[in-house]
Structures are given as C-alpha cells and as structure tokens.
C-alpha cells in the first residue's frame, strides 16, 4: 500500500530563486524548450561567433567523411552533430537556459523537481523500501533536476539514507563540469573537486547532499548493474535527443532510407550551408533518398504493419538506439526490483516528420552549421514499450499536465504562493512557471510520462492506469499527419 505522507511534506519546503529571465505564459518568443520554437518571426538565427570555428571543424568532418564513404545515415550525423569531440554540440554545455538554446522543465521551475522526488518516494514505498538504492539520471543537463530530488529526499529519512550512489549519464565534459558544481559546489573553494578524467571531465565526486558520491558515466553500460542496488532511473528530455533513422516509402512498397549528402556548389533545394573558417568556400549539405533498400530498413522496418499503413511518399522515424537503451533498462528494474520515469515529448504512436533543430530559442535547418543547434525529434512512447515488454511493465505515457496535476502540483503552488507573502512579481512568477509546465498548449501535452516497473509488480504506480493487452504486443504503427502531432 501506498502511504499519502510524501505529499504532506510539501507545506516546509522552501522557495528557490527562479533561475533565468522569467517566463510568462507562453512566452516561446522569449525562452523555448526543445519541442517550441520561438514565436517571433525575426527569421532562423546565426550560430554564436563563438561557435563557429567549432561548427566549421565539424562541418569539415562531416564532409570529409561523406566525400570518403558516400552520403550518412541521419542517425550518424545526429550523433555527430551532438557528441562528436570535433565541435559537437554537447561539448559545448551551455545549450541550456536562458542564456543557451532551449529550457527544460525542472530550469522553469523547483516544482517540478519536487514533484518528481516525491514520486520516487511514494513508489520506493511501494516496492517494499528497500534498504539499499541509488539514483540514475540519463542526460542530466545541468544537473537541476537531480539536484532538486536529492534536496527534497532529505525530508524523507529512510528513503534518503537508502540512497548509496547517484549515477549521472552524461558524455559531454563541460556539462559534467556544471553538474559537479551544482551538486558538490564550486570547485574554486576545493569542496567535492573529485577526480577527473580525459578533458578534465568529472569521473567521480562527493555531493553536498549529506556526501552522496556521484559518478559519471558515457554511457548506461559503464554502471555495473549486476552489482548496484535497486536501481531509481529518471530519463527527462534524454530519448529525444538519441540518433534517429528516417525513411520514406516507395512506389514498389519498399522503403528508402533518407541520408545526408554534400549539395552540389549552388544548390539551394533542400540544403544549407556552412561557411568554413579561413576559407572563401562553402559546404551545403542536403536530405536524398537510398536508391536501394538498406541495411537499417531491412532490420528496423520488418513488422507488417510498417508494410501495410503507409502510401508512397509517407516518412517515418525510428530510433534504435532509444530501444536498445530501453531493453537494458528494462531488465535492469526487473532483475534488481527498481523502477524508472520516462518524461520527454512525443507520441505513443509512429512519428513521422519531426525532426529539428533548435538554437537561440528558435527553430533552425539542422543541416545548417553542425554543431551549433540541437537536433531533436519526438519520441515514439509505444516504440520504447514495446522493447520493455519482454522484461519489464510499463504504465502510460499520460501528459505532463495530467502527471503533475495528479501528483499535487497545485497544492504545491498554493504552498509557495503562500510562501511568499505579498510579493505580487514572485507570486506572478510561480503561477506562470506552473502554467508553462501544465498547460496543455504549452508544456503539459506534448510532454508525457512513462513509468517502467519489474515484471512481477502487480501494483499499478500512481497516477498510471494498467496497460491495456494490446499495448504490449507490438509498436503503435499509425500513419499521422503533422496536424495530429
């Protein structure tokens, strides 16, 4: 049984500063998260001067891999665009924020922190309270969300003292940097410097929450999972930036794959281009088409329903990356009795056209300038189930505004309303912040929530319905329209 204590802890916990320019109610013009781009119509926006030698790099990488190999899956130079250490994206770390790219829901306000921590709470209550956990974000940014769930855990003795280790995945050194001194302090002052590794990335540090070690990761499949305890996994806004593949359907039923090739000098159908540093020239990359079935659609496209629901022309999306990270997850929370959270943007079905970037808070041509922008598509919720469903139970996806309103969020502002006495622009600043997260025409729709539980649970964690037999028989393979996104 579920105990309600979690929620009645909320009525002590303290006001944090809103970090950033304050945002109004859907105010995508002045800061977006990555599904909204900005409102204005000020025009696509130039790369940072201070990027753009690392852009160029990139641009130069990428092109010099295509010229050798032949045009490159969308996924490659996703991964690319983002990781690579000449200039990807990530290395940067400051994409997120005011002052970066995009903002995401625990930087809009500590509500959603809160919220989150006391859903750990409730369902490590539900799992028996085991004694013995640790804490794994994926793509933790700046470390604002772990850090807001460590902050209200220690209202919470038993659950905070079970946590033994926080496991942060997270590639790019500089924002490893900023998560250490967000959650072990400033590294000016010696306190939680930890060790370091290639780049001077934090490999290993002591938090301030009471000496929590935190240890980053490249990757999921450097935690030793065999050893660690139950495993708490939260993977906010991570499935969205994982490497897509795109395809288009034939007139022979067969599909092509959609690759990234050098544009011919002087094209501008379908390409952007990259001015390169120290040169007079320029590299215009564009989207063509396979002229044969390849390797990725023969594996990833062998369900009949991909056959049957689609005309010439259609496109669809797929992300294997996102299943094979899911099916470890997966028998991860059901070999060690743990449980995940899944929040990020998308559908629960097929996507199709959804692939962007996103820089200045604006929308922009991700062929343009690699490595300055974010690169993005919506997540297919019932493709991820559906790479659990051997090992593990999923619940949802449900929308954000749902999860949140369910989970006591405005109680919670009521709470912090109060908090703050008369303080007309504080109070102003929290209702907006509420609104941004829950409100279905800004975050509290196309943000959803998916809870993953071991195989033998036979609680249904709050606020999720069961599923339903046949939503774990195969991917919700939908033909949709941009109007249905």
Known sequence: MIRTGPRRALSSWHVRSPAGPRIRPHAQGTLSSRYYGSSTSDGPKEPPSSVSSNSAALCKHIRDIIVATGPMTLAKYMQ??????????????????????????????????????????????????????????????????????????????????????????????????????????????????????????????????????????????????????????????????????????????????????????????????????????????????????????????????????????????????????????AAWITSRRGMALVVDYGQDWTQGDTFRGVRAHSFANPLDAPGSMDLTADVDFSYLRHAAKDTARCFGPIEQGAFLHAMGIQSRLDQLLRAVGDDKPLQTDLVDRYKRLTDPYSMGRIYKAMAVFPAGVDDTPIPFAPPSKDSLNRPNVEKTTSSGR
């Open 80 to 329: 690319l665009s983002l990781t690579s250490p000449v200039g990807g994206y990530y290395t940067r770390g400051q994409a997120i924020g005011g002052d970066g790219d995009f903002v995401t829901s625990p930087e809009i306000s500590q509500m959603f922190g809160e919220i989150m921590a006391v859903w750990y709470v409730m369902h490590w209550q539900m799992l028996g309270s085991p004694a013995d956990t640790v804490f794994v974000e994926l793509g933790p940014g700046r470390g604002t969300l772990v850090d807001d769930v460590l902050r209200v855990a220690r209202r919470f003795p038993r659950f905070f003292a079970s946590i033994r280790v926080v496991h942060l995945v997270e590639r790019s050194p500089e924002l490893r940097r900023i998560q250490r001194d967000r959650l072990c302090g400033p590294t000016e002052t010696g306190a939680g410097a930890g060790s370091v590794g290639a780049a001077d990335a934090p490999v290993e540090a002591v938090s301030r929450h009471a000496g929590i070690p935190v240890r980053w990761h490249d990757l999921l499949e450097e935690i030793d999972m065999a050893a660690a305890p139950a495993p708490m996994v939260m993977a906010h806004e991570f499935f969205d930036a994982l490497p897509i593949h795109r395809f288009e359907k034939r007139h022979d039923g067969h599909w092509s794959e959609i690759l990234v090739d050098v544009a011919p000098k002087n094209s501008n159908s379908n390409s952007s281009s990259t001015a390169l540093a120290g040169s007079a020239s320029s590299t215009a990359f564009r989207f063509v088409k396979s002229r044969s079935v390849t390797a990725s659609a023969a594996m990833l496209l062998r369900d009949s329903a991909y056959a049957s629901r689609f005309s010439k022309g259609d496109h669809i999306e797929v992300c294997p990356e996102a299943a094979r990270i899911m099916a470890q997850l």
